[in-house]
């Protein structure tokens, strides 16, 4: 890519929801009004004023709907009312209204491949096979053998264990659930299904909602043909059905469908979309002209250390194999008129500087700030998960299976502590990709301060706070201008400072063959802009390539340390451990006459 590609520049198409940074809440875990150990709307009511402060313009709320909380709220048995630990349809107004007074807005998380088998679609569609909701649910009769046995209708495995179809005695048939089988998959193919969740939608954008999350959308449409799928996992009575509905065939005729009634809105959406990683079919659905959706998450970057057996087996990896995904996404999108979503942290995935760096005392604040230099200044929307401005780290190493909460997680612990019993080296391996990978360690309470349970409730948390909230947390670094929060803030403010580059600029790695740093230029016109990393804890040497040889270096608008660097004199530099730079360039264009404010 050129490095000054004008064209391209003034072609972009420019949207609020672009030039936006998000702040997601997991609200069990984000802070407590009433001290039953939950958190709830009107505390992070109670506490808009610190994420305004961080500069985000977008909160963006996991699921507080109606629900029995098998999955955390992702199983949902009532998408019109709210569930009654977490407040009341009031309380989301309530929300909306203070973010609106604030200039900031609010996504809310759409669950609609499934719901709850408490909603009461499902509970009449179990009732009969004539019901008039039997087929808002996918039904398959039982395949039965040569001896008269029983099977589910295919092979298709549940990403929470097992077979993904459920026996219903009532009727005598499967339904299918990709995920618990307390979350049956709706019926898209049906369409009192999908005008329903149009319905939904339309409910929560006229009460001022300005956007959605949609999980694991890219799962709505299957092959109906539900044809077995082929073995991936050897050994394995079940095996991965993804190649039959990561997408389905009617998937982009359901996202237009919803695309056009956020259009109407001028709402926004980002979609869960994990299983694909073809590019051409990732841009059918951000493509801008196509009115899908505006960005999705894609996994190949959080999947970059799952072994061959899947998520909870070991893998290493080089900084190449990240600098190829990177590089990948970021001109794709920008060649083709689509758009990244931004993301190392969510709520089911681990912290990033337990996973991505390295969260020692000596080396946890430097690691945060790397990597939202890294995150921070890529092209796309930036988002940022509850804590990780603070560089919130992993589970404590002392955690036992009993201190896990997530169904996931124990689901996957009951198979293979029973397939592998006698296996205590493997066994323990688990639990040490537990610590590193397990959805719980996003979980834990939001710090908030230093006295007891880290501020998060008055009562006793549904899950433990991280035993290290006595130094790290939100009010001892909120006024420490050295702290990651700080760090944070200028990151955020720099995207809104030089938001030509930084959101609508191109994308170009530079020292792709480097083993130890990252880097990478932005360019918009004439403005350019590079961003270093150093991923290690050590000093190493960054050569200077050729191609910055056009440029001088200009201001320094961001560093993780204080002190300047100091030029090798032989075309290299010093990096320090874990350090990061952005440093404005002065083309031969601009060298004279350029100023930056």
Not at 210 to 215: A, P, S
Not at 239 to 254: K, M, T, V
Not at 503 to 509: D, E, R, T, W
Request: one cysteine or more; glycine letters at 6%; a negative charge.
């Amino acid at each position: 890519m050129a490095l000054n590609d004008i064209a391209k520049n003034e072609r972009c198409n420019r949207a609020w929801w672009k030039e936006s940074s998000i702040y997601q809440i997991y609200p069990a875990s984000f802070k407590d009004s009433n001290g039953d150990g939950i958190g709830d709307i009107p505390g992070i009511i109670s506490e808009l004023d610190y994420i305004q402060l961080l500069g985000v313009d977008i909160i963006w709320l996991c699921p507080v709907y109606k629900s029995p909380q098998v999955d955390m709220g992702y199983d949902i048995s009532d998408y019109r009312d709210i569930h009654e630990q977490y407040g009341t349809v009031a309380d989301i107004e309530a929300l909306t209204k203070e973010l609106h007074r604030r200039g900031m807005k609010l996504a809310m998380d759409l669950v609609v491949n499934h719901t709850s088998d408490q909603h009461e679609w499902f509970q009449n569609s179990r009732k009969s096979i004539n019901n008039e909701y039997r087929d808002w649910y996918i039904w398959k009769k039982p395949r039965i053998d040569d001896k008269g046995q029983r099977h589910p209708p295919n092979n298709w495995i549940s990403y929470f264990g097992g077979s993904a179809w459920e026996f219903d005695s009532t009727t005598d048939e499967y339904y299918l659930h990709l995920f618990a089988k307390e979350q049956p998959d709706l019926n898209w193919e049906h369409t009192p299904v999908r005008q329903a969740v149009h319905d939904i939608v339309r409910f929560w954008l006229e009460r001022g909602v300005d956007g959605f999350r949609m999980d694991v959308i890219n799962f709505i449409s299957k092959d109906t043909r539900f044809s077995d799928a082929p073995v991936t996992i050897p050994g394995s009575e079940w095996q991965n059905g993804s190649i039959y509905y990561a997408p389905g065939p009617r998937l982009h005729e359901y996202l237009h469908d919803l695309g056009k009634i956020l259009l109407e809105y001028n709402a926004f959406s980002v979609g869960e979309m994990p299983e694909i990683k073809d590019c051409d079919e990732i841009i059918k659905a951000v493509g801008f002209d196509r009115h899908e959706l505006n960005m999705i998450f894609h996994f190949e970057m959080v999947d970059i250390d799952h072994g061959p057996g899947g998520k909870y087996t070991p893998k290493s990896w080089p900084l190449a194999e990240l600098k190829t995904m990177i590089n990948k996404w970021q001109t794709f999108m920008y060649e083709n008129n689509g758009w990244n979503a931004l993301f190392l942290e969510n709520h089911d995935q681990p912290r990033s500087v337990s996973r991505f760096a390295s969260d020692k005392p000596e080396d946890r604040a430097l690691s945060a700030k790397m990597l939202a230099t890294f995150i921070g200044f890529q092209s796309g929307t930036v988002f940022v998960y509850q804590g990780q401005e603070l560089g919130m780290a992993n589970v404590p190493k002392n955690w036992q299976i009993k201190d896990y909460r997530d169904i996931e997680l124990l689901n996957h612990w009951k198979e293979q502590s029973q397939l592998h019993s006698d296996e205590t080296e493997f066994l323990k391996v688990i639990q040490e990709q537990y610590r590193l990978k397990s959805r719980d360690n996003a979980r834990t309470p939001m710090q908030w301060n230093s006295s007891t349970n880290a501020g998060f409730t008055s009562g006793e948390p549904w899950i433990h706070v991280h035993d290290d909230y006595q130094l790290w947390n939100a009010f001892s670094q909120i006024n420490d201008q050295s702290s990651v929060y700080n760090y944070w803030r200028k990151v955020l403010s720099l995207r809104k400072s030089f938001m030509d580059v930084f959101v609508y600029g191109s994308f170009q790695l530079i020292s792709q063959d480097d083993k130890d740093c990252f880097a990478y230029l932005r360019s918009y016109g004439t403005q350019n802009v590079l961003v270093v990393m150093n991923f290690h804890s050590q000093e190493v040497i960054w050569k200077i390539p050729k191609e910055l040889d056009a440029f001088e270096i200009g201001n320094v608008l961001l560093s993780s340390y204080s002190a300047e660097h100091i030029p090798r004199g032989d075309g290299s530099l010093t990096l320090r451990p874990l350090e990061a730079f952005v440093y404005l360039l002065n083309s031969p264009e601009t060298r004279n006459t350029a100023t930056y404010n």
